[in-house]
């Protein structure tokens, strides 16, 4: 059984920092393609940012080139998302998600609901 948790989101001020860390069991973490996605209030989810099983591959979204920046280690089953210089725009729940698909220009999640966590939420004040 595969079971993804994150952990912490909370609230700051424009122009501050968080790191969301994910971690991933039941499968083989060290042969899969993970990535964080993200959920506003009446918005649909998209995909911010994934890394490949050897962390050689990054994807980005635009908007958080520069500010974000995803990392693993695969002996602790785990990723994170070191997000600095957060603007309002960014608050949203975040998920982690493993068996993920991503391209130069893409991010895409697993339709399987298993390989998704429960979301932790960044709420950033101006």
């Known amino acids: 059984q595969v079971q993804v948790v994150e952990s912490g989101g909370g609230e700051v001020q424009t122009g501050g920092s968080l790191r969301l860390s994910c971690t991933v069991s039941?499968?083989?973490?060290?042969?899969?393609?993970v990535g964080w996605f993200r959920q506003a209030p009446g918005e649909e989810r998209e995909g911010v940012s994934c890394?490949?099983?050897?962390?050689?591959?990054?994807y980005y979204m635009t908007s958080v080139k520069g500010r974000f920046t995803i990392s693993r280690d695969n002996a602790l089953n785990t990723i994170y998302l070191q997000m600095d210089s957060l603007k309002p725009e960014d608050t949203a729940m975040y998920y982690c998600?493993?068996?993920?698909?991503?391209?130069?220009?893409?991010?895409?999640?697993?339709?399987?609901?298993?390989?998704w966590g429960q979301g932790t939420q960044v709420t950033v004040s101006s």
């Open positions: 039941g499968l083989v973490f060290g042969n899969n393609d």
């Open positions: 998600a493993a068996e993920v698909r991503f391209g130069d220009d893409f991010c895409q999640g697993s339709l399987a609901n298993d390989y």
């Open positions: 890394i490949n099983f050897n962390s050689r591959k990054r």
